[in-house]
């Protein structure tokens, strides 16, 4: 289990912090809000140029076979720039469920393109939204002749603009399966929606009869596998919500050295100065959690340890956000609340992020039952 | 006397109900915080509404256009109102803030000039108190006002900052610097001002909710009438202190049926979205519901004290209180909402707007820290916060 | 509802003050808990010379009629000079029990009695202990002619030194009842517990077929008014809890005022003077939900009413005391954790007190029920 | 690598396992926080039979005693001795405290005089920080020593307290005052003392637990010979410091596995008593799970750090973030316990121990307080809490 900072990694980490903090700014990520969510050109350079959607994919698939740790580095900084593109939902979701439940044909047939930035994808997991406890809950799969007929809804599909594949998960036989839908299949219809997080758009998507040949079931009939893969993926959001905390906490450090009250920064009250070295523990214990989960993925965990791994790493990351957030707010104060300033942006986005692969009580209650012995 | 009360909110139902089935149908359970730039005009005719039907002002004396009513009667009132669901007050400045300020402080060219308008209905006002560069430090007035000496009238430059209904108002009344050099609490004056003038600015503020109930205001040699100081040149911190005092009224059990109403729809949603089945939402929201209850006896042992003047220690802590039982209501709101609380039709639903607004509440009228210390150092007489030698250039 | 301290009230309240921080300063109650948890000197002058028994008990039976509010003013001075005798488990426990839910012939013959505080009694519940949900669990009771025979046991039955009387509730063709006991009843073993809160001493009940006549049974039937009466009963606990949380306050204020460290008194510090106003704050509510639990009770309340009233009162009593004993600790540093400092007697009786009459969890999840409607 | 570790695991296993199901079984899962005062003679044996097994000091340069193991192996040792339930360390202060400091500054007479009998586990010590008058304020010491121009010892007059296992030490190490009317970290020395000497009392102080692992040290002219200063007079506060440097060692891995221990009797209570069925005792219970598995993730984060000597965010916050754990999880105790948790049985079971004495975690070695003053300035480079103009008279 490798939790170090080596060379390599501090450079993974760095060239991603000066790649979007050049071109991933507030200015920049407000104007992708306007534009429906998406920085098309900085998703351009991040797939196509820097390779990020190749870093954890396995070498024999065109990927360079770094490990989730690395993975989560760069979501991490996507977390602190607001990144609005799908690193997450091609790289982070559609990836790991590809290489980790998918059919070597799918694999072959998918992950090189989309390691090499050429395939932008995301999943629809559950009629109510990435619910990896519900996985296909919300479409049922019909054997026709040789093909399948998909009917039903996933809700909170994230990232349309730009999609080119769909990964649907259904019920097949009362089994989750996953099948590859082309964002354009006739009868299937992305339907976006307006949400609060302007730069985290998502869809309903709504199959009616959509009939996919064969070889569009996707996974190798190992529920275990999905599972796995989508904690993986909640291990990778996890980093983005880490970054989304530390960015809050430098925001508001600057901001509390500079704003003046009662003649002196507010910095130099106690209560600010322990405030934001709460946030600081938090912030630190969500890393340890989610570079701790990333390592152990990496070195290899049984299915019970893989468990709390991305427990740990979601609860944590999910409280540093939401409360980092919470107090960029406050600590802000007036200023804190208005369209203008930053917080918001990271306020809306930690609390929709902490209802995304499993809610920290979600991942707790499981976790009771593990440790309890009295559920399976 | 409990059927004195009785009867005053059978009055008031039979009075409201059918009007807000009726006519003044679309403004049931709206304009409160958070929603507070909703249907300007139609509140403004419900504002006359309730004047003619003897509704406004009720808490004042009657030989001011009041009722007169005691202590125990405008909680009844506060409370039935709220609890039908009648619209968040468009005049609550005038009748709550300016208005008991001028009946105890202003001339009596001041009350007969401005308080029937308050009772009417007719004329709205506005606070000037915050500056960009004060927030907390209240009294870091930058605002200056200049007597002109052939007039009388003060001319003032400046910039007041989250004034709220600023652009639905037509007065504002300010706090400024009268005595050049002067700081802190010395040297201020509590002006009575018209907004729609020369040299006045409104810009709304966009708030992280989207939408505006947040101005700044921009005073650019603006003038405020000789006969429209409240108290002496130099007495406006007192006024604008005594002025706060009046905001801690019974009005507060009224923002409490608001208070109660969310938390209902928070109930029914929880009900109807499976969210009542999550043992941990389950603790939250009879939390919730026990908190607003203590809340209520909080307020009642305030308006049940002796009226000495002193803010006892409940009443030092009620704003800590509510604020915080509110933000915690409006977070609570986004877990129940779940993943779908993140996704807006057409405009912000009234649990999205709680979650959302419920933030300022910590914020504005005293931060949370601001309150602590005011805890800390009245209610507890713990030493107070060291004070600068050298004054802020902010 | 009557919420106000008028002069009446006040007399009270600080007639109890003056008695109980001459009778029962820290000296005194230390060496009331190495006799065993009880100071007699001070039971005899409260119940037989202050009357501090009949408060609430209804003029007709000896009482002076006063409501729950004037008992909750004693029990909060009882909680802030952590007295060491039976009022609790008399005035508190057994009188309601037998003003709510006795027969006419029961009041008769005990009441008078217990408020004239010639008797001291006491209340064994079930066999968790004195948990209101769970009323009778413990003891089994047979109709034998004319007599009734007991058989089980009963938890942490509070006060035994000098007790008289002990209502033990049983369950009687499986529904609860009440029983009076006579605490040398041949066969009725009360076998005294080590507790951590050293004057709160508790019992264990064991009844081996004791024989009881007819009359010794006390209700009248009504399941419901049981359960009023230990609805009192916890708001009377919540207001010694409240006063135990206001004394810890008054405790460390005064401490963090004299305690100098950097050169000033640590009441100095923003930190420090943040986390008294947040003990004052709960403090605060916590007094607002005994006092408003109390008013209600004595306007006259629905059962539904009375549970959120009772639940109010217990979660934020408890939430108060917890928190004020933890602080007290917290900020008196080193000497918090001693024995010769008193914030270790609070926090003891704080967290015995949390889980006697029903834990914050317990009353927060029957209001959950309510408010939900989906249980009885 | 890690099948060297694996090898050095089963070795300790295989060593261990049989002593602790034989004649030590009765030292098994003892002796740790809360638990320090019990069994002191057999605990003393224990550390000699670990002597002669050769685990002792295994971090230590094999020049000196140890084993010389490598950071990895260490924290495998620490984990494996303590999941097995060995016995808390009687010698934790000399190993893990004044040996590597002797290591470090001692000179060679020190190192001579004093290792051997650490690595035996036949000298025992305890250390003199804290005294009453200083508490967070670990600068103001009063204690002073005096140099005798004749013989070069130094005579000590003060005291000091929150001295754990001082009565079954043997040494104790001491920051004194030794330049009269120096303040703050200025003119103290740190002084090696034997503890059997007259001039020295030690009394042990009552805790909340009704035991006592703390004691207050009185020195009355008691004498540290000259060869026994570690650094020269005047350096104290430098030797101080570093020593607490070492405390922030592998060690805590070792600690963890308590907490581990601990987790798992809370967890079987849970099982037994119904607790396991509470929905908000499982969400707690599994919150204790993650925070204990992030705690580790967080040690071992430290120990993977480049060794610049320099503190990181993650071992600034790691005292706060573990004490704060571990007190949660004595209060979780209490309440999973229930009314049962009030009940002694003879003697605190282990759970009421963690339940109470965790109290202290968050006070000893830094309040919670100094411990966010210390993130706040040194993490978050926050401006310095204002030092007064006048010292303490304390």
Redesign the interface.
Known sequence: ?????DQDRQMIRDAAEDFLSAYSDSAKVRAAHEAGGMDAGVWQRIAAELGWCGIAVPEEHGGLGLGLFELALLQEQAGRFLLAAPLFSTACLAAPLLAEAGTDAARQRWLPALAAGELTATVALSA???DPFAVGDGVRAEPDGNAYVLTGRC??VPQVLGTDLVIVAVRLGGEPALFALPADTAGATLMP?????QGRP?AELVLDGVRLPADSWLDAGDVAAIHRALSHSAIALAAEQLGLAQQC?DLT?AY??E???????I????????R???V??KV??A???V???A?EVDAGVSDKELL??A??AK??ADAAARFAA?EA??LH??V?????YD??LY??RA??F???LG?A?AW??R??AQ????AA | MSEQIESLRRELADWLTPRLAGPFGQLRHRGGPGDEDALGVERKEWEQELARGGWSCVGWPTEHGGRGLSIAEQVAFHEEYARLGGPGRMGHIGEGLIGPTLIAFGTEEQKQRFLPGIVAGTEFWCQGYSEPNAGSDLANVQTRAVRDPDTGHWRVHGQKVWTSLAHESDWIFVLARCEPGSQGHQGLIFLLMKLDQPGVEIRPIRQLTGTSEFNEVFFDGAVAEAGHVVGAPGDGWKIAMALLGFERGVSTLGQQMHFAHELQLLVDTARKNGGAKIPVIRARLAEAALGLKVLRANALRMMSGADDGQLRREALSYKYAWSNWHRELGQLAADVLGPDGDVIDGELNRLQQVYLFSRSDTIYAGTNEIQLNLIAERALGLPREPRPVVPSKG
């Not at chain 1, 289990?1 to 900072?5: F, K, Q």
């Not at chain 1, 704003?259 to 920064?265: L, T």
């Not at chain 1, 910095?267 to 322990?274: D, I, L, P, S, Y």
């Open positions: 289990m490798n939790l170090e900072l109510r939204g990435l809700r909170h929606l307006e949400t609060l997080d998502v906490l450090v509390a050295q704003r003046q009250q009662f003649g002196r920064p910095a130099g009250f106690q209560a600010v100065k322990h934001l070295a709460e600081l523990v630190e214990a890393r340890s959690a570079y701790g989960a390592a709390f791994a427990a740990s609860s944590f919470q707010i406050q104060g007036g804190g609340f208005t369209w203008e917080p918001h306020f809306k609390q929709a902490s209802h995304w809610s009580d707790r209650e976790v009771a440790l309890l012995e009295d």
